[in-house]
């Protein structure tokens, strides 16, 4: 991976780490924020990591949750669902097992 598109990649994560709780967070604020095209972003995007926009956005969050659970900072899914970006604590736990294979209750309670 070239240096820009690294540079870019940390950018870009930075963006969605610092508002992975903002549930109506989309790719048209990413793109304020770094000062290009949605077009431009989301052929980077896919390009960087191989998924569109709104999946890796949403790989973000479930890794975050993921984090979230291990450690315990919320004592129920529906908490850290919401400090993810999740309104819909039952469309979070479906993403999270498909992703992980384990429920996010099974994980807190793990």
Not at 23 to 42: A, G, H, V
Request: net charge neutral; hydrophobic share 40%.
């Amino acid at each position: 991976m070239k240096e820009a598109d690294r540079l870019l990649l940390d950018q870009l994560n930075d963006i969605i780490t610092k508002n992975l709780h903002v549930p109506d967070f989309q790719l048209n604020d990413i793109t304020e924020q770094l000062k290009i095209s949605r077009t431009t972003l989301y052929r980077l995007i896919v390009k960087l990591t191989g998924m569109s926009p709104n999946n890796y956005i949403r790989k973000q969050r479930l890794e975050k949750a993921k984090e979230i659970l291990e450690i315990g900072v919320y004592p129920t899914v529906k908490e850290t669902a919401l400090a993810v970006g999740f309104k819909n604590p039952s469309y979070f736990s479906r993403l999270f097992y498909e992703e992980f294979e384990i429920t996010p209750f099974d994980l807190l309670n793990g």
